[in-house]
């Protein structure tokens, strides 16, 4: 199975890649936690939910971007918020079940349309959803045997016959490569991690890339340029002005412990970035700087507490549709 095969070979080479990294000197993998926080907040992140069989997920993303350099569009933006009942099945493909409602928003330029909420659930490998006024159903397990589904994932290069060795030899990077790159870690001010009570706080500063720079970095910045070029030529072009591009930019990554679970309860995934790109496409060095907004949240709670998980009532089957525009969609 090709795709079994990918995913195989893509977990083999991240774990070399991290196994190397632990194993590369002057590298810290715990970058700077002590030794007995780094465990702690390893072992909750390995526990998964613990014992228990089911759980609410507590969703919220919200991403804006703005001072866009593009005659059109100057502004999006797009937000989702709700809470998913989820809980183990498994005597089911998918392996679990869920019902829960989730809010979706959008916003291009100055309009603002009303947000819409659907109802969205998973149950004996079936999904539904609805929003209020309509319902569909699509069969999980037809699907997926579907020879339209194979043939998709055929085309996009994840089907369902490839060799584990063909698919490892199509890796556009040489892991020996990726260790070359290292150092760039331990660049002043760029990485961060601290413990505050339960909380593990990851900070990563992208205004501390401007150190490469300057002078005494200039190997450095050298051997990015050329590995990444070996995936991509205009990379040799683009990665330079990265430093200058990105005047200020934090990304933070927050998960809540619940040490006496010895699991993570929430997670959340924050960027704040402002990216020069007027400057860069017009020339105008006083064009103002494009933000990038990302406010992310995923908690769980109502351990092996929540309601039960049954079927959308009254929705309509839409696999054989979908399954026939899917066969339309092929090439003939």
């Known amino acids: 199975m090709k795709l079994r095969s990918l995913f195989l070979t893509a977990t083999m ?9 632990v194993n590369a000197q002057d590298f810290d993998p715990c970058f700077g936690l002590s030794g007995d ?11 998964g939910i613990g014992d228990a069989e089911a759980f609410t997920l507590n969703v919220f ?3 804006a971007m703005d001072n866009i350099p593009d005659e059109v569009t100057s502004a999006i933006g ?3 918020e709700g809470a998913i009942d989820i809980a183990v099945a498994p005597d089911s493909l998918v392996g679990f079940e869920m019902a829960g409602e989730l809010t979706f928003a959008g916003t291009l330029n100055d309009e603002d349309p009303e947000p819409e909420t659907l109802d969205i659930r998973l149950v004996e490998d079936i999904v539904y959803v609805s929003d209020g006024e309509e319902a569909f159903s699509v069969d ?7 020879d339209a589904i194979d043939a998709q994932l055929d085309g996009l290069g994840l089907g369902m016959d490839a060799d584990p060795e063909d698919v490892a030899g199509e890796l556009p990077v ?16 760029l990485l961060n991690y601290e413990r505050a009570g339960d909380e593990f706080i990851f900070t990563v500063d992208l205004s501390a890339l401007q150190a490469l720079l300057e002078e005494e970095n200039e190997d450095l910045l050298n051997t990015i340029v050329e590995t990444a070029a070996e995936v991509e030529p205009t990379a040799a072009f683009i990665i330079p002005v990265i430093p200058s591009l990105i005047s200020s930019g934090i990304i933070e990554v927050n998960q809540a412990v619940d040490t006496d679970l010895n699991i993570v309860t929430d997670i959340s995934f924050d960027m704040d970035i402002e990216v020069s790109l007027g400057a860069l496409t017009t020339g105008d060095a006083s ?4 933000t990038v907004f990302l406010d992310t949240d995923l908690g769980i709670s109502n351990l092996d507490d929540i309601g039960a998980i049954e079927p959308i009532e009254g929705a309509e089957d839409i696999t054989e549709e979908l399954l026939s525009g899917l066969g339309a969609a092929l090439p003939q």
């Open 13 to 21: 080479s991240i774990m070399l890649l991290l196994g190397g990294v």
């Open 37 to 47: 926080d780094c465990a702690t907040i390893n072992d909750a992140s390995a526990n």
């Open 61 to 63: 993303i919200d991403f």
């Open 78 to 80: 797009f937000s989702m």
């Open 140 to 146: 999980v397990v037809q699907l997926l045997e579907s």
């Open 174 to 189: 040489d892991i020996a490569q990726v260790f070359a790159l290292l150092d760039i870690l331990n660049l002043p001010g």
């Open 287 to 290: 064009a103002p700087a494009t």
